[in-house]
């Protein structure tokens, strides 16, 4: 586990791909079990430690995690997660199956909006994105950016305006884009680490207690495409 941040309230730690954030069905340990015996090591603390998860990001996605430490930041953040006073960014490396977006002008690329309505099917764990809204569906709002472009992939950063079940992954391959290696979005095959190329990147927000701005940025991981990619951003 690494640990990004940590004061008295807050602890923010660079998620692996392939970690639960929570515990579910599988059994297996979830991240912030990790980030609980961590602390009780650490600070020698007795009994139970507190902990509370305030977002999750989707096993196979990697990157920064904001965790509470005390029940006073974690109704704060709730509240600022809720109102959309933290600002998380995302990196994407996706494929490109529209001609129209095969060639980026990186350079003078502003934010493109987009905006689905989404259907969650819970059996197959997977959202459907729709152009006009249908029955059950939530409206799905998010701002995209190529920052660099390989002969295969482009990098997009990303920045979410509402915070849907995969919204990131559906609605990039609703625009003919998916997310390398998310084979359950049409990606053509999958990462060898189980990981698909989305990164939870940096994280921006009024500290809850102390009001101190807070700006992290999380390492890419250490694959050759990211670390190409990343000589590319303009």
């Known amino acids: 586990m690494e640990v990004v941040y940590e004061d008295n309230h807050i602890i923010i730690v660079?998620?692996?791909?392939?970690?639960?954030?929570?515990?579910?069905?599988?059994?297996?340990?979830?991240?912030?079990d990790t980030v609980k015996?961590?602390?009780?090591?650490?600070?020698?603390?007795?009994g139970e430690v507190f902990l509370g998860v305030v977002h999750r990001l989707d096993r196979p996605v990697s990157g920064l995690v904001v965790f509470a430490r005390t029940s006073k930041a974690l109704t704060r953040l709730?509240?600022?997660?809720?109102?959309g006073q933290v600002h998380k960014t995302y990196w994407a490396i996706v494929e490109m199956r529209n001609e129209s977006h095969s060639t980026f002008n990186i350079q003078h690329s502003a934010f493109n909006e987009l905006t689905h309505w989404l259907v969650r099917?819970?059996?197959?764990?997977?959202?459907?994105?729709?152009?006009?809204e249908v029955p059950h569906s939530k409206k799905a709002i998010l701002r995209y950016r190529p920052i660099a472009q390989s002969d295969r992939y482009t990098l997009l950063e990303v920045n979410?305006?509402?915070?849907?079940?995969?919204q990131?992954?559906?609605?990039?391959?609703?625009?003919?884009?998916?997310?390398?290696?998310?084979?359950?979005?049409?990606?053509?095959?999958s990462n060898p680490d189980g990981s698909i190329s989305l990164l939870s990147h940096r994280v921006e927000f009024i500290h809850p207690v102390?009001?101190?701005?807070?700006?992290?940025?999380?390492?890419?991981?250490?694959d050759n495409l990211w670390q190409t990619l990343k000589k590319l951003v303009k």
Do not use: W
Not at 14 to 32: A, H, M
Not at 168 to 188: N, S
Not at 210 to 222: D, F, G, R, W, Y
């Open 121 to 132: 099917n819970e059996k197959q764990n997977k959202s459907y994105a729709y152009d006009h």
């Open 37 to 46: 015996a961590y602390i009780k090591e650490r600070y020698q603390k007795p």
């Open 78 to 83: 709730n509240k600022m997660f809720a109102e």
């Open 210 to 222: 102390s009001k101190e701005k807070i700006v992290l940025e999380s390492p890419l991981p250490e």
């Open 160 to 166: 979410l305006l509402t915070g849907r079940h995969h």
């Open 168 to 189: 990131i992954r559906c609605q990039l391959a609703a625009l003919g884009m998916p997310i390398k290696g998310d084979l359950k979005y049409g990606a053509k095959r």
């Open 14 to 32: 660079n998620k692996k791909s392939g970690e639960i954030v929570q515990g579910d069905k599988t059994g297996d340990v979830p991240l912030s």
